[in-house]
């Protein structure tokens, strides 16, 4: 029996570049969106009152991954 160790991948090493980078893409995506919305409604372009989800990027890209 082998003692030897089987390193372990840990944190984003896990995961593939391409996929990483289709998360960092959806996120920015969310972002800009966010940002033009909140441009518009500073600019009294969309009335009423709306909630930015800038900071939350990440939850809504992982959550989607898990259900698609």
Known sequence: ?????????????KY?????GQFYRTMLTIRSFEKKVEE???????PGFVHLYIGEEAIA????????
């Not at 029996?1 to 090493?13: F, I, N």
């Not at 593939?16 to 990483?20: D, E, I, Q």
């Not at 518009?40 to 969309?46: C, S, T």
């Open 40 to 46: 518009k409604f500073l600019a009294g372009e969309i």
């Open 1 to 13: 029996m082998s003692t030897k160790k089987v390193k372990e991948k840990k944190g984003l090493d």
């Open 16 to 20: 593939p570049r391409t996929l990483l």
């Open 61 to 68: 890209t992982g959550v989607m991954a898990n259900l698609t």
